[in-house]
C-alpha cells in the first residue's frame, strides 16, 4: 500500500488519460523499457569485463554467425516470441470462454 509523503492516507492514483487503464499500460511499459535498459548495461558490461579478461575478443560477438541449425533454432524463438507479444493486438478473446449452448442456456444474446 503506497502513502503519501507525509504518511497519511494513500493518495488517488495520478491519471493523464481518459482512461486509467492506458496510464497502467504505459507503466508497465515504462517499468519494462526501464529493465531492457538495465540489461544492455549489464550485457555491455560483461562483454568489457571479458575482452579485458582475455575470455573474448573485442568484436567477437558483432561477427558471431550461428550454424545453420543454430539458426533456425534462434528464428523459430524469434517467431513465437513475435507472434505471443502480438497476440493483444489482434482483439480477439484469449480464453476459449463458454461454448454457444451453454451461454443459451442463461440467456446470453451472444449465442443467438
Given at each position: 500500500?503506497?502513502v503519501?509523503p507525509?504518511?497519511?492516507?494513500p493518495?488517488p492514483?495520478?491519471?493523464?488519460f481518459?482512461?486509467?487503464?492506458?496510464?497502467?499500460?504505459?507503466g508497465?511499459?515504462?517499468?519494462?523499457a526501464a529493465?531492457?535498459?538495465?540489461?544492455?548495461?549489464?550485457?555491455?558490461?560483461?562483454?568489457?569485463?571479458?575482452?579485458?579478461?582475455?575470455?573474448l575478443?573485442a568484436?567477437?560477438?558483432d561477427a558471431?554467425a550461428?550454424?545453420p541449425a543454430?539458426?533456425?533454432?534462434?528464428?523459430?524463438?524469434?517467431?513465437?516470441?513475435?507472434?505471443?507479444?502480438?497476440?493483444?493486438?489482434?482483439?480477439q478473446?484469449?480464453?476459449?470462454?463458454?461454448?454457444?449452448?451453454?451461454?443459451?442456456?442463461?440467456?446470453?444474446?451472444?449465442?443467438?
Open positions: 500500500m503506497h503519501s507525509a504518511g497519511g492516507p493518495l492514483e495520478q491519471t493523464f481518459n482512461d486509467p487503464a492506458i496510464d497502467r499500460v504505459l508497465v511499459a515504462m517499468t519494462l529493465e531492457v535498459w538495465v540489461l544492455r548495461d549489464r550485457v555491455r558490461a560483461m562483454e568489457a569485463l571479458l575482452t579485458t579478461g582475455g575470455a575478443r568484436g567477437a560477438l558471431y550461428p550454424a543454430e539458426a533456425e533454432a534462434i528464428a523459430q524463438d524469434r517467431e513465437a516470441f513475435v507472434a505471443q507479444l502480438m497476440q493483444n493486438l489482434l482483439g478473446q484469449a480464453s476459449k470462454g463458454a461454448p454457444p449452448d451453454l451461454l443459451a442456456r442463461f440467456g446470453d444474446a451472444r449465442a443467438r
